[in-house]
């Protein structure tokens, strides 16, 4: 196991000051975004449409995506992602000083925007076990250092930034995005290059995409972790798509308002990631998996039944807690155990399962507010996040965890030091070989 004191490498620096960057700019449009759509529409299904649009690539491209990532370089794959999401704002930023935003512009933009990132993000989450060596300690206080950047400016600084930037012109906030995908295509192509994965002749794109799912869907702790963000956006979504308008109508909260209940949330998640570590070797990684999953499930219950704003922002800072120890953990966990050449397809997969479920909360969220009471949705995710966590406890055990680890050990090494050598069961690839079975 590495010691902790082990520096990261310099090319770190560079990723995080990347994904920092660019996370500001996303927190500026996470709050901007359904402040325009609110002054276009005040339908709940229009506003799901929205919400789910964004999403709408991983379920048609997801395993695809990852099969491709699996066969490019890692680096190029990222700073293009970025520069192509950069120049597609400035349409909605056009539109909106032309007075021609609409609905169905914004729902081509965030699908475009979520294309862009189902790239970006797979082909950064297989690029850093290469950069960290695969070393688990590293990958979790890398992953915490991300997160943490990542909840800070997304949540914290991006949501207040993008409300007051929206004040000024409707054009600003994605402008504002734009300029921070740029900067973050401008760092990445300073990163240290990476060797490429090893291309698989023999199969189609088709056939490796399948064998990175089946290495998910056959492997318990893998699938687990899959799961617990699958169910877990259902739930969130269906909070979201709704968030701004039950803010708004039973909190009597304003539009700055809203950017402050956000940056509550984010608050948590920042505390969240800071502790993960701590909470994983107090507990155990499975345990405290099923804690936070928990807390999550809760605090939303408690959102749902908010009297007024302030207990509305401690319930979303206690479930963005939870949030930012989950988002180190499990990743951190998966990036651990996965061979390299299997990297991009396995987390492709995952978080395929995980966006392909944000649209189906998204129109559930939309449905029952419109259906029954804006409320509804709040206590309808809450019921399934802790429904989640019951089921998916006893496949991310610190029992299948530790067996996982020692698993995607060299052999005579320390449990949690993955390589991947041609004799090593990991490093078979899932068309030929099954998944290692942790039952």
């Known amino acids: 196991m590495t010691k902790d004191g082990q520096k990261l490498p310099t090319g770190f620096g560079r990723l995080w000051s990347a994904q920092t ?6 927190g500026v449009t996470q709050a901007a975004l359904p ?22 690539p991983w379920l048609l491209f997801g ?3 990852g099969a491709l990532v699996d066969r490019w370089d890692r680096r190029r794959t990222m700073w293009v992602a970025d520069t192509a999401r950069a120049v597609l704002l400035g349409i909605p930023a056009a539109a909106a000083v032309l007075d ?19 790239f970006f993000d797979t082909a950064a989450t297989a690029y850093l076990p290469d950069l960290l060596r695969r070393d688990p300690a590293l990958l979790e206080r890398a992953n915490s250092r991300l997160r943490g950047a990542q909840t800070a ?10 409300s007051a930037l929206l004040a000024l012109g409707r054009a600003m906030p994605l402008l504002a995005d734009a300029m921070s995908f740029a900067l973050s295509a401008l760092l990445v192509r300073t990163l240290p290059a990476m060797p490429r994965p090893v291309p698989e002749v023999r199969e189609s794109l088709l056939r490796q995409a399948r064998a990175g799912a089946s290495y998910v869907f056959r492997d318990r702790v893998l699938l687990g972790l899959a799961l617990r963000p699958a169910v877990g956006n259902i739930a969130f979504l269906a909070v979201e798509t709704v968030l701004a308008l039950f803010a708004h109508d039973r909190l009597g909260i304003s539009t700055f308002g809203f950017g402050m209940l956000l940056t509550a949330e984010a608050t948590g998640g920042l505390l969240g990631a800071g502790i993960a570590s701590f ?4 507990l155990g990684t499975g345990t405290a998996l099923t804690c936070t999953a928990a807390v999550e499930g809760l605090a939303i219950l408690g959102l749902a039944s908010a009297p007024n704003p302030y207990v509305a922002g401690l319930a979303l800072a206690v479930c963005g807690a939870g949030m930012g120890a989950t988002m180190v953990l499990g990743p951190s966990l998966r ?42 949705p709040l206590y309808a995710a809450a019921v399934l996040l802790l429904a989640m966590t019951a089921v998916t406890a006893s496949m991310t055990s610190n029992r299948r965890v530790e067996a996982a680890l020692r698993a995607a050990a060299p052999a005579g090494g320390p449990a949690g030091a993955p390589v991947c050598g041609p004799d090593h069961p990991a490093s078979k690839d899932p068309a030929e070989e099954s998944a290692p079975d942790l039952l």
């Open 21 to 26: 960057i660019s996370s500001l700019g996303d």
């Open 335 to 376: 990036q651990a155990i996965v061979p390299a050449h299997l990297m991009g397809r396995v987390a492709s997969t995952s978080r395929m399962l995980a966006m392909c479920a944000a649209p189906v909360g998204a129109f559930l969220g939309g449905w029952l507010a419109t259906t029954y009471d804006i409320r509804t």
């Open 153 to 162: 400016m997304s949540g914290f600084a991006g949501p207040p930034a993008g």
């Open 63 to 65: 395993v695809l995506g």
């Open 35 to 56: 402040l325009l759509a609110l002054t276009l529409t005040r339908n709940p299904m229009a506003l799901a449409v929205v919400t789910a649009a964004g999403t709408l």
């Open 279 to 282: 909470l994983g070797r107090r």
């Open 100 to 118: 021609l935003l609409s609905i169905p512009l914004l729902a081509a933009v965030g699908f475009l925007l979520g294309l862009g990132g189902l």
